[in-house]
């Protein structure tokens, strides 16, 4: 079985390194292999490093707090909530593949059971006749409406008519899901951009939010996407799926630190259930194996 990053880290710590120069390469190559990113950690690194000698640290245990303290300054979390009796439409990015669409089922079900009655799943991912069929089926399962066209028809037409249907029943959330097809970027980012005008005017003040959803496994990857959806329309808030604690996962300190992006949920499984709202330290808890 492969090892966690904690448990890497672990080891290294256990071999009772000396801290010199080696020590600290080594951390930095094993913070770039839990998906930190190059540049990230080797800053951190360095920082760290200037921290223990100032304060004359050499205490291993004392050093991954340290380390702790200095993630914990890059890993940005928020609350999201849609605001009662009030129109919100929240956007759900993210490239094919990552769980969008049950990203936003998980999502609808977790309002659902949090007294939000007014909901309605907006199919905006209008090119891949599988998503359209996926939210519906998704829907029926949690007793949430879902509006949705023809496949190939305009995406914002559907968030136009998601949010009509949302409003003749009063206030409440409309979750659209959109496509994510990186490959034709040009006109990805087109699309999107209409999306975004659509949703912005439909939504009341303050009740519009751009929510990417990324895979927590795919490390520097994820740091790429959330890059290209953050320049087209900006990004408010990151769900990660496929996370676990033995996911390398540091990915989540390498889009805050680069990009500020805050984490509002992580998924854990598969089941509608399996999200939960992010809690930084747990995160970092995990991530080093405290």
Not at 36 to 46: R, S, Y
Not at 97 to 104: A, D, L, N, R, Y
Not at 131 to 150: F, P, Y
Not at 214 to 228: F, H, K, M, P, S
Request: proline letters at 2%; aromatic letters at 6%.
């Amino acid at each position: 079985m492969k090892k966690s990053f904690g448990e890497k880290l672990k080891s290294l710590f256990s071999k009772g390194s000396t801290l010199n120069d080696d020590f600290y390469d080594e951390l930095t190559d094993l913070l770039v292999e839990g998906d930190i990113g190059a540049k990230a950690a080797f800053l951190l690194v360095e920082e760290l490093e200037e921290i223990c000698s100032k304060e004359k640290i050499k205490d291993q245990n004392e050093i991954l707090l340290k380390l702790k303290e200095l993630l914990l300054k890059d890993v940005k979390s928020v609350t999201l909530e849609p605001e009662k009796d009030k129109q919100n439409v929240w956007m759900v990015l993210g490239v094919n593949g990552v769980g969008k669409t049950t990203s936003v089922a998980k999502l609808a079900n977790y309002f659902k059971n949090n007294g939000y009655e007014n909901l309605v799943l907006a199919s905006a991912d209008t090119f891949r006749a599988a998503a359209i069929e996926q939210l519906a089926m998704h829907g029926e399962n949690i007793g949430v409406r879902v509006v949705s066209h023809q496949h190939g028809s305009d995406p914002s037409a559907v968030v136009f008519d998601a949010a009509e249907a949302l409003k003749s029943k009063g206030p409440g959330l409309v979750l659209a899901d959109t496509a994510g097809r990186l490959h034709n970027k040009e006109n990805l980012v087109r699309e999107l951009q209409k999306i975004d005008r659509i949703c912005s005017s439909k939504a009341d003040e303050g009740c519009y939010k751009k929510i990417i959803v990324i895979d927590a496994t795919t490390g520097q990857n994820a740091l790429r996407q959330a890059e290209v959806f953050h320049e087209a329309v900006g990004v408010d808030a990151l769900i990660m799926t496929k996370y676990d604690s033995t996911a390398k996962g540091g990915v989540a300190v390498s889009i805050g630190r680069e990009l500020g992006i805050p984490v509002a949920f992580v998924c854990t499984g598969e089941k509608y259930p399996d999200i939960q709202t992010f809690d930084p330290e747990s995160y970092i808890n995990d991530f080093l194996g405290l």
